[in-house]
């Protein structure tokens, strides 16, 4: 019988397998499925920072004027005692998968103002989280914000949520940092118990026929995954912090070679929309087969043992293989002679 069992921001996990932030976890018959087709924990949807600016436009709108005798505005405004804010509502979700899943549930933050709106992250956390990832989907393109400005917005709203919750923190983090492993470490000292690699930008698109721009979602890639599988094999070797997978995992395949490149836990989303909670239990079990067939014990055993300072060619992620790749490309026969 082999030991599935992994490390995750502290937390025993019977096995890699952690769906990610996604509309999946939004209602708890979906969350129990995902638990009962093998998942080990399991992210929430995120709370947006967007959603606590319309609710206070909303409270102020329902609770300061709600007592304004005006019969005309009176008529649609709900009665105070019955508002309840998107924040209960996400809170109130929360405690009940809490209630009901015997995995661990982490909850989602999302936004990029270091303004006090991570401080939510308490009461996430006194509603049962057992760990908070912090998403800062930043679309860096302001010409006066340089790059230090960019990694000190993260570290900001590191900071103002490990100073208010215990629980360990998860930072997710996109591709687009001119040196990751340096800011990496920064995540590290700034308290990040872990990292999640990486977030997929949604990219809009030109509809060639309207002339307009268009927002469209595309599920992931397996090839995505090669990113991921650079990156985590460069990090093991330099932070001892969690370090999940997130993008590009389809099959065991990926699974597989992000948990050599070193990765504690692997990630799904796309997957796991297209085809389904079944497919969690097939990628489980592909793994253990490979694993059998390769005669490991544990994913322990297997866990970084691809990694950049454990490769005896460690170029093979470096500069290096890039020139060899490049010079030993050929053109396609018969399209150029
Ligand atoms: C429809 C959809 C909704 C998502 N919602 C969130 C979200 O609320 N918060 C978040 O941090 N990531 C969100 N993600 C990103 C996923 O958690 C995941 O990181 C990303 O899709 C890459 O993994 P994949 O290749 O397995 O899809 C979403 C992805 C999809 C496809």
């Given at each position: ?31 129990l ?20 600016i ?9 609770l ?22 998107s ?45 908070l ?23 900001a709203l ?30 590290e ?72 490149a ?21 990628i ?54």
């Open positions: 019988m082999i030991d599935l069992s992994t490390q995750y921001l502290g937390l025993k996990l019977k096995n890699p397998l952690v769906p990610s932030s996604s509309p999946l976890s939004k209602t708890l018959d979906s969350v499925r995902l638990e009962d087709a093998g998942a080990a924990a399991v992210v929430l949807h995120s709370f947006y920072e967007e959603e606590l319309a609710e206070d436009a909303m409270a102020e709108r329902f300061i004027h709600a007592d304004l005798n005006d019969g005309e505005a009176t008529g649609f405004m709900p009665d105070n005692g019955n508002y309840e804010s924040i209960d509502r996400y809170l109130e979700h929360l405690r009940r998968v809490k209630a009901r899943l015997s995995i661990p549930v982490i909850a989602s933050l999302n936004g990029v103002t270091p303004s006090g709106w991570v401080d939510l992250g308490k009461e996430m956390e006194l509603a049962g989280a057992d760990a990832e912090l998403n800062v989907y930043h679309v860096a393109a302001d010409p006066s914000e340089s790059g230090d400005d960019v990694e000190a917005r993260y570290l590191l900071a103002e949520l490990k100073r208010v919750v215990s629980v360990p923190v998860v930072m997710k983090l996109p591709p687009f940092f001119s040196s990751l492993t340096h800011f990496v470490k920064r995540l000292a700034g308290g990040a118990d872990g990292v999640s690699l990486f977030n997929r930008f949604f990219q809009p698109d030109i509809d060639l026929e309207n002339l307009e721009m268009v927002e469209q979602l595309h599920l992931s890639t397996p090839e995505e995954a090669l990113l991921r599988i650079r990156w985590i094999a460069i990090l093991r070797g330099q932070t001892p912090m969690t370090l999940a997978a997130t993008g590009g995992v389809h099959g065991h395949e990926e699974a597989l070679k992000l948990l050599l070193g990765a504690d836990v692997v990630h799904l989303a796309s997957c796991l929309l297209e085809h389904g909670p079944a497919h969690l239990t097939r489980l079990r592909d793994m253990e087969a490979w694993m059998v067939e390769r005669e490991y014990e544990s994913v322990a055993q297997m866990k970084g043992s691809m990694c950049q300072s454990n490769l005896r060619d460690p170029s093979a992620l470096a500069r290096e293989s890039y020139i060899r790749v490049l010079d030993s490309f050929t053109p396609r026969p018969g399209v150029w002679r």
